[in-house]
């Protein structure tokens, strides 16, 4: 099937001896366009039904099934909507399996972490899944995974993941909360209105964290959780904004300068 383009070509007025001169009615134009991409393909069926085979083999065949990943991958852009459904479904279908830890207790992550990458670049479509499998409780206390998970997540530029991320902000477990912050700086391009409600949240948290260090000097946990989280905090202020601040002190007062200016022209 192809995509059709209407054209509205519209001919010169004619005049006739005595008669009001007349535009004739548009004539539609039906226009040949690019080809639609191939959808329910054999070769995307046969990728994700091996796929599917070697991720029940509890880890014996994760290479193959990584192998398969970048094939997909490669595919993305050329499949329709239902390969791509299906190509998400699968991959996130993968997060279910069970993998032993390894002999110093390790998870087995290889293959996870590598489904959550490749569905940094596959939204819109991957966002629900995405969404689902952080915090999820199989994989909550793998901060590797989740970290991937958030990332991901950010690169789909999505309005719903937005939120979920900004949430995140204040996760417990520091390096979800600089994951997520570096995750925000994906939406560096949206408008001033959405930057602006991102960097005031952001902001927030650092001042906050912040705080906390610079109150308790002998509180390891807030030093700790200050030293992770303020650099990718602070890099995503920075290209919100295009400022270059980079103390939180001087980033709240930049705030309180240029927070009603249009930050395009400061």
Same mark, same amino acid.
């Not at 099937?1 to 383009?5: A, F, G, P």
């Not at 005049?15 to 639609?36: C, N």
């Not at 998400?88 to 998870?107: H, Q, T, W, Y």
């Not at 479509?125 to 499998?133: D, H, R, T, Y």
């Given at each position: 099937?192809?995509?059709?383009?209407l054209v509205l070509l519209v001919c010169p007025?004619?005049?006739?001896?005595?008669?009001?001169?007349?535009?004739?009615?548009?004539?539609?134009?039906?226009?040949?366009?690019?080809? &639609?991409?191939?959808?329910?393909?054999? &070769?995307?069926?046969?990728?994700?039904?091996?796929?599917?085979?070697?991720?029940?083999?509890r880890g014996d065949e994760d290479r193959q099934a990584l192998a398969?990943?970048?094939?997909?991958?490669?595919?993305?852009?050329?499949?329709?909507?239902?390969?791509?459904?299906?190509?998400?479904?699968?991959?996130?279908?993968?997060?279910?399996?069970?993998?032993?830890?390894?002999?110093?207790?390790?998870?087995?992550?290889?293959l996870f972490v590598a489904v959550a990458v490749a569905m940094g670049r596959m939204g819109p479509?991957?966002?629900?899944?995405?969404?689902?499998?952080i915090g999820h409780k199989k994989h909550r206390k793998d901060i590797l995974l989740q970290r991937h998970l958030v990332l991901a997540l950010g690169k789909t530029i999505d309005k719903k993941g937005r939120k979920l991320l900004i949430d995140l902000l204040v996760h417990k477990d520091p390096p979800i909360q600089a994951a997520a912050a570096e995750a925000l700086g994906h939406y560096r391009k949206k408008d001033q209105k959405i930057r602006k409600e991102i960097f005031e949240e952001i902001l927030k948290v650092l001042n906050s964290a912040y705080n906390a260090k610079e109150g308790a000097s002998t509180d390891r946990e807030a030093q700790e959780r200050y030293d992770v989280i303020a650099a990718p905090m602070i890099t995503t202020l920075q290209g919100l904004s295009g400022a270059t601040v980079r103390t939180p002190n001087d980033w709240r007062s930049w705030w309180n300068d240029n927070k009603r200016k249009k930050w395009d022209d400061v």
């Open positions: 099937m192809m995509h059709t383009l007025a004619t005049a006739s001896i005595g008669a009001p001169s007349l535009t004739p009615a548009p004539t539609p134009i039906l226009l040949q366009d690019e080809e &639609e991409k191939p959808d329910k393909r054999e &070769e995307i069926k046969l990728l994700v039904d091996a796929f599917g085979n070697h991720i029940k083999k398969i990943v970048d094939t997909m991958l490669g595919e993305w852009e050329n499949s329709g909507p239902k390969d791509r459904k299906s190509i998400v479904r699968i991959l996130s279908r993968s997060l279910n399996e069970k993998r032993r830890a390894d002999k110093d207790g390790r998870p087995n992550n290889m479509e991957s966002v629900p899944e995405l969404m689902k499998w």
